[in-house]
């Protein structure tokens, strides 16, 4: 598969959220420093016309001249009443004179002006100021027949205080961008957690690891959740439907060999059992006339022709269930169930089952491992294959009497070694070993009973799993070993690792 690039999750949303972030920030500026003037202007022009109209609904009043003053003081309003002969009647902080002058003079005056607002009593302009020291809003107004009001607003500042608003806003703006990513990448990390974990059982799915499962985490179940439940319930389908497909395809590969070595294996079976047969027969019949023939002997004599009568008859029958095993193995008569296991369990309980003989033959016996590991095959086969090489290892070890057992990885495979100290085995024996029936010392095979079709059940069995075996000598013994399609699993893996 092409490796591609992976963009992390977690950047995304930070880089979506801070994008919006700043998006709506961008706007709020560009829509403050648009209309932060006309927004300030209006304010100003509302306040004028509030003033006007307390002064024309409370003229008569006798607070009206406090609530004028307060009104005046807070926000910067100059205000001069006068009559139609120019007197002042009324001004804000006694300057009615002075404010009078500058009432006559920017009604007859040359003063550039733009109106604001304007009704039947009054209008509100933007003027520039008579001493030419800022800018104002002025209302001159009506009052009845008699009167007029003249007031007027600082507006000097407005540009200032509008960009210094404007670089506030800025700065606020910025550091509100840079805490929503701090924040937006933090919390994202309760999102982005349960997805990573998935993404990685997924992986392992890939490799055919299928223990790796996803746990749910917190009170809160969310849809991430239950994509890892269904993830679960997915990988236990794949695991049950993947062991199915391999007995099916071992089942399909012995029946396309299946027809081609029937009459073969018919007429070399016949043959090879007709020949271990014969002597086995011909000592039990020679010891049975013998035992007829001087049944008035003593009793040690008819004791020892008793005995080789029931070791032959003995050995006669665990050859015949061999055989019987053998022909099954070789004629598919013999299913093949495909599971995992672990194998360093199964080398364990078989140097456990047979620790007697080795205990009572005075054999060391050593198991090395690159690690506990699970290996695909059928375990009761596998089982038997490391029994028939345990057994052959004990009945020919000689020198030191060690025996020792290595499982080691290979690739995809695991491979098996068993070795015994002793004799190397003749080069031109080698390849035989595998053949029914052969022996490459016949005296010390008979003295424990071998009967040469061990190591041929162990070649059917390997054959059968589609899987290969061999043996090696080496300067102080002989190692024989098989190798398994080992699975993805090793005892230690976390399910659901972050």
Known sequence: MQNKKIHSIRIQFVLIFGAILFGVMLVFLLVNGLLINKVYLMNKTNVLKDAYELIVSSMDDGEFYDEMENISAKNGISCVIVESSGESVYSTGGEGDRLSEQFQFFLFGSTESKVISQTEDYKIERSEDMAKNGDYLVLIGNLDDSMMVMMKIAISNLNESALIALRLNVMVSIL????????????TRVVTNPILRLTSISKRMTELDFDAR?????????????????????????????????TANNEMKLDLDRKEQIEMMRTDFLSNVSHELKTPLALISGYAEGLKDSVNSNPADRDFYCDVIIDEADKMSKMVKKLLTLNQLEFGANEITMERFFINDLVDDVVSNMRIMLESDGIDVSVKSDGKVAVWADEFKVEEVLTNYLSNAIHHVGGEKKIS???????????????????????????RLWEKFFKVDKSHSRQYGGSGIGLSIVKAIMDALHQSCGVQNHEDGVEFWFELDASAFEEGEISGQD
């Open 214 to 246: 996803y746990e749910v985490r917190g009170k809160r179940y969310n849809e991430i959740d239950e994509l890892g439940e269904h993830m679960n319930q997915l990988s236990k389908t794949l695991e049950e439907t993947i062991s199915e497909l391999k």
């Open 405 to 431: 057992i290595t499982i080691e990885r290979k690739d995809k495979n695991v491979r098996v070694g068993v070795f015994n100290t002793g004799t190397p085995i003749p080069s031109e024996d080698i390849e």
């Open 176 to 187: 509100c961008i840079i805490i929503g990513a701090i924040v937006v990448f933090g919390v």
